[in-house]
């Protein structure tokens, strides 16, 4: 079946600009993730979305990023005023979640990302 | 907090050598261990996983081990090819927080 997909693929921007990245999870998936991937660097978490709320924010860097779920589906990543620090790789990954352990419950899989450039 | 520590950072092999890769995790209550590989320009791809109940598990050339007691686990490949030339990311699974904790990555380069 279809993986998680991302779009657009890459986004050049100008700085102070807002910009809005999208996710869609694997179907049925209700655990949804964001995570930041600068050049060469590791996988620096975001935001968790368990259905259309978000339980874990804690990674959101600053003020200016926000997330969305809408229908425990899509989500969208916001990044308002655009810093040349925001340059970097934006990765989501999608699980079944359902609040079980074991199995199938806990595989993760990621999206192709979307490459930010702020100039 | 939740750590995984991975180690080395950079991996150089000649083909058809072994390559292993270590982390260790801080949270005993970690359950599920997935490793990762990520291409140029790609997103990270699952390879293979293990599961706290499991001590071993093999799929074609490459092997995961777990020590529960000593909470580290182990990526083996064995027979490397040059298209295993990549960045690979270990993974601990955090049941509270119902989320991953990655380690830093290892690029595994294959010469020919």
């Known amino acids: 079946g279809a993986g998680v997909s991302q779009s657009p693929s890459n986004k050049v921007t100008e700085k102070g600009k807002d910009v809005e990245l999208r996710c869609d999870p694997i179907s049925g998936h209700t655990a949804l993730y964001w995570y930041r991937q600068s050049l060469g660097q590791g996988l620096e978490f975001l935001i968790y979305f368990q259905g259309n709320s978000a339980p874990d924010k804690s990674g959101l860097p600053s003020d200016r990023f926000s997330a969305e779920r809408t229908g425990g589906s899509v989500s969208t990543l916001t990044i308002q005023r655009t810093q040349q620090e925001d340059s970097a790789v934006y990765l989501c990954?999608?699980?079944?979640?359902?609040?079980?352990?074991?199995?199938?419950?806990?595989?993760?899989?990621f999206g192709p990302g979307t490459r930010l450039t702020v100039l | 907090g939740e750590n995984v520590e991975q180690h080395p950072s950079t991996l150089s092999v000649q083909e058809g050598d072994s390559a292993v890769i270590k982390c260790t995790y801080s949270?005993?209550?970690?359950?599920?261990f997935p490793w990762y590989k990520q291409e140029l320009g790609k997103g990270p791809q699952l390879i293979i996983d293990i599961r706290s109940n499991v001590g071993e598990k093999k799929d074609q050339r490459i092997a995961v081990t777990l020590n529960k007691t000593a909470k580290h686990f182990s990526l083996h490949i064995t027979e490397t090819q040059p298209e295993d030339s990549a960045v690979y990311f270990c993974?601990?699974?955090?049941?509270?927080?119902?989320?991953?904790?990655f380690g830093q990555g290892t690029r595994l380069t294959i010469n020919p």
């Open positions: 949270d005993s209550a970690s359950n599920y």
């Open positions: 990954a999608s699980r079944y979640g359902g609040g079980f352990s074991g199995g199938k419950y806990n595989e993760q899989f």
């Open positions: 993974a601990a699974f955090i049941q509270g927080a119902q989320k991953l904790v």
